[in-house]
């Protein structure tokens, strides 16, 4: 199945990655790699700042991570990696990608860094994909067969409802919006963080604990919102939000043609278009959200339309804003779309 919009593969020159081995930084950004054999932080690579908020949540000062996409204001779909990310995914003892087609250049930076990392896949560990979007590069590859069935079961046992294919049958990759997900992920980290420190173990797994409980806060707000407002409709210019949406109990009715066309980056059709358009000047949708990162004339069209009619627009994003870590990201967004519900 074509999965919606992946981030590109990586296109390294090869005289960059021929270098890499005499290659080496002392910024203290993470980019040096891992000193674990000598006793220094466990070295992490993260393909986004979620998840690498995420691993230093839970890792603590044990931890030294470098988030290879980082910058809000970048769209995370146009990323292109050099030789210094490479070294920095060659030197990692634990590698965190969302999976599902999602980053795909993760693959990429693997294979040719020769890394040995555990890799920690969320698609994989989230148990949302049914199948669908399994990376080569999953726990599985690096000795954790058991491990990510284990946590990939766990995670589908507590997602509820959110564990559903998404809108029209498409998988949606965006598992960074689903809260359960990231509980079971941080719990994996810890695991892996765990099997390089030994000695941290535990404040690993009670750091994942206390991240886990921040999740469960959010999650029972998300309940709150069901309660008032489940089967309410809503619309997007992108599926980003779709698992938060889920959790909430509200109802999806974008086009399908339309959340497709955008998330291939392909031309929408005027149907496709008008019929999208439509659902905001007959009154059918409560609210917008529109990927930030993202547009094109036709999302800038429909946020008019939103406009226009009087409907209450959430902006949402795939990258942390900057100041927020992901408990704090989240709450905003359950706060904007709570604020727009009773608008």
């Not at 290659?23 to 790699?33: E, I, P, R, V």
Request: net charge negative; with cysteine.
């Amino acid at each position: 199945m074509k999965t919606s919009r992946a981030l590109p593969l990586l296109a390294l020159p090869a005289a960059a990655v021929l270098v890499l081995s005499g290659c080496a930084s002392g910024d203290g950004s993470g980019a040096t790699g891992s000193s674990s054999d000598d006793g220094g932080a466990i070295a992490v690579v993260a393909s986004t700042n979620v998840y690498g908020d995420i691993a230093k949540t839970v890792g603590g000062d044990a931890v030294d991570v470098t988030s290879v996409i980082s910058d809000p204001s970048q769209d995370p779909h146009s990323f292109e990696a050099d030789a210094r990310t490479q070294l920095a995914v060659s030197r990692a003892d634990v590698v965190i990608q969302n999976g599902g087609g999602y980053d795909e250049f993760m693959h990429t930076l693997l294979d040719a860094s020769g890394s040995e990392a555990a890799v920690v896949d969320a698609v994989e560990v989230s148990g949302l994909d049914d199948g669908h979007g399994a990376d080569d590069h999953g726990s599985d590859d690096h000795g954790d067969e058991a491990h990510a069935d284990e946590t990939g079961e766990a995670a589908g046992a507590s997602g509820g409802d959110d564990a559903h294919e998404h809108d029209h049958g498409e998988f949606n990759e965006h598992v960074f919006y689903s809260l359960p997900s990231m509980a079971a992920l941080a719990t994996a980290i810890a695991d892996e963080l765990g099997a390089v420190d030994a000695a941290q173990a535990d404040t690993f797994t009670a750091n994942a604990q206390a991240f886990g409980e921040q999740i469960a806060d959010l999650e029972a707000q998300a309940a709150d919102i069901e309660a008032a407002h489940g089967g309410e409709s809503v619309a997007y210019t992108e599926p980003v939000p779709g698992y938060l949406f889920d959790s909430m109990g509200l109802v999806n009715v974008t086009p399908a043609d339309f959340s497709e066309a955008i998330e291939q980056g392909d031309d929408v059709s005027p149907a496709a278009l008008n019929e999208t358009l439509k659902l905001f000047s007959d009154g059918s949708v409560d609210l917008l959200a529109y990927n930030e990162q993202t547009s094109s004339p036709e999302t800038e069209q429909v946020e008019q339309a939103a406009t226009d009619a009087g409907v209450a627009i959430v902006p949402v994003t795939e990258l942390l804003p900057e100041g927020d870590d992901y408990v704090s990201w989240q709450q905003s967004n359950i706060d904007s779309i709570t604020a727009a519900l009773e608008k």
